[in-house]
C-alpha cells in the first residue's frame, strides 16, 4: 500500500523539545501509510515535502504550532508552482493537516481540529485503512510579496503564504512582547494585555501615577502603543491616515488562546479581512470590548472590513517588520498582500 500522509516534525516546537525519539513515535503510529521526517531548520522543509509530492500523500501533516505550519504552507506552494511549471499542469494542493499543543494553534481551532499529533494520525491513518476520508473544511490563505531595504524598486524577493499578519503597531509588537516569555500560552496573552493597558490608563492619570508602575508594565506598555507609521491603500484606495495604532490582516478568523477575538469577515476564503486603525486615547478605551467579542472596531479614522487586495509602505526612514502566523520578518519597506489558494484541511 502506497503511503498517503506525509508528516514533517519539528524537535524545535515548543511542544516536541523535550521528546527524544518523536520521528520514531510518529513512524510506528502511521505505520506504512505514512511517511515521517523531521526537519531541524526551514531549509529541510523542501526536501521533505518533495518526497511527500513524489511519494503522492494525499495529506501533509504538521507536527508543530502555527509557525511550523506556516513553513510547510510556504515551502509547499514554492515546490507546487514549481513541479506545475515543469509539468505544465496545474497545482494541485493535498490536505493541510495542523495538529494542537503548539503555542496558539489558531488553524486548528478554526477547522475545529482536537487532540495531539498522535490522536489526530491515529484517526486519519484509521479511516484511510476503512476506506474513508475525513470531511474536508476550505481555509483560505494569504500572499505576501515585498520589498527590503535598498531594493525598494527591483523585483520582490519576500513572498510568504500564511492564514494571519501583524503587520504594525499594538498587534505586530504584541506578538514581540510574546514571544519574550520563554513558554508563551493564553496567560502570556493575559500578561501582555495587562500590562500594556495598565501603563496606558496610569500614564492618562498623568506622569508621577505612571512612574509607580514596574518598569516591566511601563516597558511593555510603551512598546504596545508606539504607533506604526506608514501608508496603507485597500483596492486601489489610499487611506488619508499616516499613523496607525495597528495595522493587521486576516484570511481566516482568529480566536487568540480564548482571549482575543478578530478577523470575522474572513470566515469564508477568497476574501481577506484588515483592520487599520487609527483610534484617539477616547476609541483606545472604547474599543477595549471590541478585542475580547471581534465586533466592529469603534472610531472615525480606521478601516475595519474586508478586502481583497493591500498594499502597504513604511515611510522614509522606517521598516516594516510584519509578523505572519507567529514568525516574525524584518526589515522590509513595502508589502503587496491578496488572497492566496484556499487549502483542504480535514477535521479530525
Not at 23 to 36: D, K, Y
Not at 72 to 87: F, H, K, N, V, Y
Request: hydrophobic content about 40%; some cysteine.
Amino acid at each position: 500500500m502506497p503511503p498517503r500522509i506525509g508528516v514533517i516534525t519539528n524537535p524545535n516546537s515548543k511542544k516536541n523539545r523535550c521528546r527524544q525519539g518523536r520521528r520514531a513515535e510518529l513512524t510506528r503510529i502511521v505505520g506504512p501509510l505514512g511517511v515521517v521526517r523531521q526537519t531541524s531548520e526551514v531549509g529541510e522543509i523542501s526536501d521533505a515535502l518533495a518526497e511527500f509530492i513524489d511519494a503522492g500523500c494525499e495529506y501533509w501533516v504538521s507536527d508543530g504550532g502555527d509557525g511550523a505550519l506556516h513553513w510547510m504552507l510556504t515551502c509547499g506552494d514554492q515546490m507546487l508552482r514549481g513541479r506545475a511549471a515543469e509539468s505544465g499542469n496545474g497545482v494541485v494542493w493535498p490536505s493541510l493537516v495542523p495538529t494542537n499543543g503548539g503555542t496558539i494553534d489558531f488553524v486548528a481551532a478554526k477547522v475545529g481540529i482536537h487532540g495531539r499529533a498522535e490522536k489526530i494520525l491515529t484517526v486519519l491513518r484509521h479511516a484511510l485503512e476503512h476506506g474513508k476520508r475525513p470531511e474536508a473544511v476550505p481555509v483560505g490563505t494569504l500572499r505576501m510579496v515585498g520589498w527590503p531595504r535598498g531594493a525598494e524598486s527591483g523585483a520582490p524577493n519576500f513572498e510568504r503564504l500564511g492564514f494571519a499578519s501583524a503587520i504594525g503597531g499594538t498587534a505586530q509588537r504584541f506578538f514581540e512582547q510574546y514571544y519574550e516569555d520563554r513558554d508563551p500560552g493564553p496567560a502570556t496573552i493575559m500578561r501582555v494585555l495587562t500590562f500594556g493597558f495598565a501603563g496606558y490608563f496610569a500614564g492618562l492619570l498623568g506622569d508621577k501615577p505612571r512612574s509607580l508602575l514596574p518598569t516591566g508594565v511601563r516597558r511593555v506598555s510603551d512598546a504596545l502603543f508606539e504607533p506604526a507609521r506608514m501608508t496603507v491603500e485597500v483596492d486601489g484606495r489610499v487611506l488619508p491616515q499616516k499613523e496607525f495604532t495597528t495595522v493587521q490582516v486576516g484570511a481566516v478568523d482568529i480566536n487568540l488562546g480564548h482571549v482575543v477575538r478578530t478577523f470575522r469577515f474572513a470566515k469564508d476564503p477568497g476574501r481577506l479581512h484588515l483592520q487599520a486603525l487609527a483610534f484617539s486615547t477616547s476609541e483606545i478605551v472604547a474599543n477595549l470590548p471590541t478585542i475580547v467579542t471581534g465586533s466592529p472596531a469603534i472610531g472615525r479614522n480606521l478601516y475595519d472590513g474586508p478586502a481583497r487586495e493591500i498594499r502597504v509602505r513604511a515611510l522614509e526612514g522606517r521598516a516594516l517588520d510584519p509578523v505572519i502566523d507567529g514568525e516574525c520578518f524584518n526589515d522590509l519597506v513595502a508589502l503587496h498582500i491578496k488572497c492566496g489558494p484556499t487549502i483542504s484541511v480535514p477535521r479530525i
